[in-house]
């Protein structure tokens, strides 16, 4: 668990993060989002240690971070960078050995893992050789990304991972991300300025402005119980599309109708409805079977998108 | 060299295999001096580099610094060496290391501030220390940036080292500036080629290193340190101790004339196993005793003020040079009154006046012109000028004191006697640059000795010059007109005194060890071996 309070940084007279405070459960994904400026990258890099805070505090697991040496804490703690920040004079294998390297490994158990995370990764073996510059941008990604897993942090601090991805690469990153169960056991803190990004991979989002934390909660409260106006224009261009990825299908259960076809793609109800919406084109069903605990409902297309609908309707009005 | 009086017009590559001994030592001693400097100029330049980019605020001071050493010239480097550091190896190191700085350290600090900032921070945030950070990351990606350093401080150094021989460092400087001194092209080329081919040699060498790839690299650091210090141990392999218990200097001019060096050892038999030096360090290294016997100028005004006694001259191999305006013909055409002009000065400077007027510029430091106007005021022929507008009188001069008091008193008595205005272009190196610049019309005068005329620049057969250097007039009138015949350039009057090689020690010791003549030097030497 991630404790911060009272945290500041000033540059000069900027109160680049200006006493901000927040918790951050065991296995939850966090996503910081806001406008550049806003502080978010500086909250992130305080956590490691890269920028040393003005005030405040920041505990991992009960341990303050400033009673230990920069250099172990980091060690503990995944990071991922936009532009990768891979060492151009290693080949990929070198990359992702650093970490384990520097925590003196045996050369056995390093390859081992590297080895794991490859094939988790879609990465190919040949690849390990390669040097980062021969590599495309979305498989340099997933080389950060090994790099931070190898040595199993339970922390991942990720600044802006898929930024620099074009929109292509990144829907199928984003898959991929939310599939790897590597991910499923880690702390994380991701910071981005993309909307989408943030409802999609967040468990709660921390919408920032000017150093300050404006809200922070599920996507579900930003969208339908926005604190102000600041949280409600932020997000008002994109709503629709947000909605569909905040809601998801066992918020709307009650809502959808009993089919006897049966379908031949099995879902599990915690999914958006984004998802299932994306799953009839991409596995090209008519019909998905959903389980919500005990039980199962074949649903077509258009019954998930009236049952949204009357969802939406019912927040509105209330 | 000057012994090839006659015969045929010897060949470079004649040269080159008969100086073979010489040239593989010099070129020895070039590739050790840049070397060594340049390694102790990375031991220095790559961590100051390191330490700036830590300290930002002192970037700006020391790459200030090292652009100033940068812009000194390489003359004064090395005369300002001097003083602190003697003669010989460890000042020509020490200036070859401070020009070897300036790319060293601000490619270094370059190479590691251009490290791509991301790169930087992924290191940082893994968990690396700074010295982590620094060898596996920082020095390795800049390594590209450094070499390039590295690789222009290695040309800078390979030509900068040719100025080494002026302080008894050697080098291929000896061949060169010896040439210059002695007009002799092969002597210069054979040391001019050689240093250009070090220069290119070692730019390719080091230009294949830098764009290695990035894999090979680090097999590049380690074997890029090792290379250096083979290539810089080459200087102690050649460089044997001097024998003899008397220390010899002489200038490279000296080292390689008939009636320098190779006189010494074909008429004397004398073998002192000089160590080469530029004259203007040479006279204060014998004051300061790392030198015993020098040679020098019978008419020098250091010989006053650094206690030393000239030895006698007993079997004359030392020709008579006296000293006369040298005119081309056409420039006595075109101003008439330049001739009778010049010769107000003939006759009137002894040995002892010439040497009493260079102690006072070489020792008192007094300026030439001073010095010049005080003689001819005190000879009654200083007149006031009479800013002429008839044309401008170009005087040259060598790059020594009296030169520089001749052309100061020509150039005031054409000022004050005729119509005409002087533009000097003093400092034109040694005899051949000099000659050759009367030769092309670039100056119209200089003042010229019979004996360098005869030997340096004439250069007839050992037989002529024999039956010419023990007669100071037969020397006189053979110069003058062989010069019109040869150049249509013209010998004045001579202008009294005779400015003779000679060999020179310290007058205390002289005496302590009674020596006197040239021949006692040798018996002394002789009585010791």
Redesign the interface.
């Known amino acids: 668990m991630i404790k911060v309070e009272q945290l500041s940084k000033h540059f000069c007279d900027i109160k680049a993060v200006d006493n901000i405070s927040f918790e951050v459960a065991d296995n939850e994904k966090l996503i910081l989002l806001g406008t550049s400026g806003c502080g978010k990258t500086t909250t992130l890099k305080m956590i490691?240690r890269?920028i040393e805070p003005t005030s405040g505090t920041i505990f991992i697991d009960g341990k303050n971070i400033y009673d230990q040496s920069p250099?172990?804490?980091?060690?503990g703690?995944g990071?991922v960078?936009?532009?990768?920040?891979?060492?151009?004079?290693y080949t990929v294998a070198e990359n992702i050995a650093?970490?384990p390297q520097?925590l003196k490994w045996d050369s056995k158990r390093i390859e081992k893992r590297i080895a794991e995370l490859i094939e988790k990764l879609h990465l190919s073996k040949d690849q390990l050789k390669a040097?980062p510059n021969e590599l495309s941008g979305g498989q340099q990604q997933r080389v950060g990304l090994a790099?931070a897993l190898v040595a199993d942090p339970p922390v991942l601090?990720m600044d802006e991972p898929f930024g620099a991805l074009d929109n292509v690469t990144r829907s199928k990153i984003h898959a991929e991300f939310k599939a790897l169960d590597e991910l499923k056991r880690k702390t994380i803190i991701m910071v981005t300025h993309d909307v989408q990004e943030a409802f999609e991979l967040g468990d709660r989002i921390s919408l920032m402005d000017k150093g300050k934390i404006v809200q922070i909660g599920t996507p579900t409260e930003l969208l339908y119980k926005p604190v102000n106006l600041f949280v409600e224009s932020f997000l008002k261009e994109q709503r629709l599309q947000l909605e569909f990825k905040a809601v998801r299908i066992k918020d709307i259960w009650a809502l959808l109708p009993y089919s006897k076809k049966v379908g031949n793609v099995n879902l599990y109800a915690d999914i958006s409805v984004w998802s299932g919406m994306e799953s009839f084109k991409s596995q090209q069903a008519d019909y998905l079977n959903i389980t919500h605990g005990d039980e199962t409902r074949s649903v077509g297309f258009e019954q998930l998108v009236t049952a949204f609908y009357k969802y939406q309707n019912g927040r509105t009005h209330e | 060299m000057a012994a090839r009086m006659n015969e045929h017009q010897q060949t470079l590559w004649e040269f080159m295999q008969q100086q073979s001994d010489k040239l593989l030592m010099q070129t020895m001693q070039h590739i050790g001096l840049t070397f060594i400097s340049l390694i102790i100029a990375v031991m220095i330049g790559l961590p100051l580099g390191i330490w700036i980019t830590r300290r930002r605020y002192f970037s700006g001071i020391v790459l200030g610094t090292a652009g100033i050493l940068q812009t000194i010239p390489s003359i004064a480097l090395l005369g300002f060496m001097i003083p602190l550091l003697g003669i010989g190896v460890k000042p020509a190191i020490v200036a070859l290391l401070l020009y070897a700085l300036l790319p060293i350290i601000r490619n270094t600090y370059t190479g590691i501030t251009g490290v791509?900032a991301?790169?930087k921070?992924?290191?940082?945030?893994?968990?690396?220390?700074k010295w982590?950070i620094l060898f596996?990351?920082e020095l390795?990606?800049a390594m590209s940036v450094i070499l390039a350093g590295i690789r222009t401080a290695t040309v800078i150094n390979v030509g900068v080292a040719t100025l080494a021989s002026y302080i008894a460092a050697g080098g291929l400087g000896e061949f060169i500036f010896g040439g210059i001194s002695l007009n002799n092209t092969n002597m210069i080329l054979a040391g001019a080629i050689p240093a250009a081919l070090l220069a290119i040699l070692f730019d390719f060498l080091l230009s294949r290193l830098q764009y290695l790839n990035?894999?090979k690299?680090k097999t590049a650091t380690v074997t890029l340190p090792l290379l250096l210090i083979i290539l810089a141990s080459v200087y102690f392999i050649p460089s044997v101790a001097y024998g003899g218990k008397l220390k010899a200097g002489f200038t490279p001019e000296f080292m390689g004339r008939q009636d320098g060096n190779l006189g010494l050892e074909s008429k004397y038999g004398l073998k002192v196993h000089p160590i080469v030096i530029s004259d203007a360090v040479m006279y204060k290294a014998a004051y300061e005793k790392q030198l015993d016997v020098i040679s020098g100028y019978s008419t020098d005004g250091r010989l006053k003020a650094y206690d030393l006694i000239v030895l006698d001259d007993d079997k004359k191999i030392f020709p008579p040079y006296y000293a006369a305006p040298i005119v081309r013909e056409d420039a006595l055409k075109q101003f008439p009154d330049l001739e009778k002009t010049l010769n107000l000065l003939s006759g009137k400077i002894t040995d002892s006046i010439m040497s009493d007027l260079n102690y006072r510029t070489d020792y008192l430091h007094q300026s030439p012109e001073k010095v010049a106007e005080d003689f001819l005021r005190s000879h009654d022929l200083l007149k006031p000028s009479r800013n002429g507008s008839n044309g401008i009188v170009r005087i040259g001069s060598k790059i020594f004191g009296e030169q520089y008091i001749l052309a100061s008193m020509y150039t005031m008595l054409i000022r004050g006697y005729t119509d005409y205005d002087v533009s000097t272009k003093t400092g034109l190196g040694g005899t051949k640059i000099c000659f050759d610049a009367l030769n092309n019309n670039q100056i119209d005068l200089y003042p010229e000795y019979t004996g360098t005329g005869l030997l340096a620049i004439l250069q007839p057969s050992s037989k002529t010059i024999d039956s010419l250097t023990a007669n100071k007039n037969k020397t006189y009138d053979y110069v003058a007109s062989e010069f019109k015949k040869k150049y249509n350039i013209k010998w004045l009057k001579p202008i009294g005194f005779n400015n003779a090689y000679a060999l020179m020690m310290r007058e205390r010791q002289a005496k302590q060890l009674h020596i006197k003549t040239i021949s006692d030097l040798k018996r002394y030497l002789e009585s010791n071996q």
């Open positions: 490691n890269i250099e172990l804490l980091r060690r703690i990071y960078l936009q532009n990768n920040g891979l060492f151009p004079h650093i970490v520097l040097y790099r601090l | 791509d991301a790169v921070e992924a290191a940082m945030a893994m968990g690396m220390n982590q596996k990351v390795p990606l990035l894999r690299l």
